[in-house]
């Protein structure tokens, strides 16, 4: 299950799990659609895999399955 992260991993903006501008790898590093398009150019810098918008989880679902809380931030790589 997804854990539908709240932040992006370069900026640290808020994505709530609604949030039609989350964009993920296939290893759930989460990132917002800004710095996916223009500053990582549609490409993971963990993994170099292809980042797709995250899918939504209906409310009764994510009333039982809520989304992550933690926030992950990591260093953009010079």
Known sequence: ???LRPNCEYCDSDLPPESTEALIC????TYCRTCAESVLQG???NCSGELMQRPRRPI???KRHPASTKRVIKAPKT
């Open 26 to 29: 296939s290893f759930e590093c």
């Open 43 to 45: 490409h993971c810098p």
């Open 60 to 62: 009764d679902a994510l």
């Open 1 to 3: 299950m997804l854990e």
